[in-house]
């Protein structure tokens, strides 16, 4: 699994200089440290509170076992909760070949059996 999602450069210039790194070839990545951050409603905020994170399945790449998948509740993710989210959600969706992951876009809101909203991210992969 690796990360081809990175702040732009108008990102770059309002976040900490500690959430990311420029590589080699100039490109820009978020630290695993890193606060996640999505867009929502045209601003680029860190996401804080519960999360669940989602990736569809898909019988094209994943076969006909494939299924969705839907992570446990994670609190103020991280860059590394979203990795590890991505990686897990590889068994589910049987999808191997799409193992860059290009992003993470706000689904929805869902209210949990026991009164807690948490925000549903869907993971977006690239090959």
């Keep these: 699994m ?7 450069e108008a990102e770059a210039r309002t976040l900490p200089s500690k959430f990311w ?10 630290k695993f440290n890193a606060p996640l951050h999505v867009r929502i409603n045209g601003t680029f905020a860190p996401v804080v509170g ?5 990736a569809r399945a898909d019988d094209y790449w994943g076969g006909e076992a494939s299924k969705p998948y839907r992570s446990k509740v994670v609190e103020n ?11 897990a959600s590889m068994k589910a969706t049987r999808d191997t070949h799409h193992s860059f992951i290009e992003g993470v876009y706000l689904k929805g809101r869902k209210t949990l059996p026991d009164g807690r909203e948490v925000m549903v991210l869907e993971m977006s992969f690239g090959s």
């Design 2 to 8: 690796i990360f081809s999602c990175g702040p732009t």
């Design 21 to 30: 790194r420029k590589d080699e070839s100039d490109c820009t990545y978020f």
């Design 50 to 54: 519960l999360v669940v994170f989602t």
């Design 77 to 87: 993710p991280t860059y590394r909760s979203l990795f590890n989210a991505a990686k």
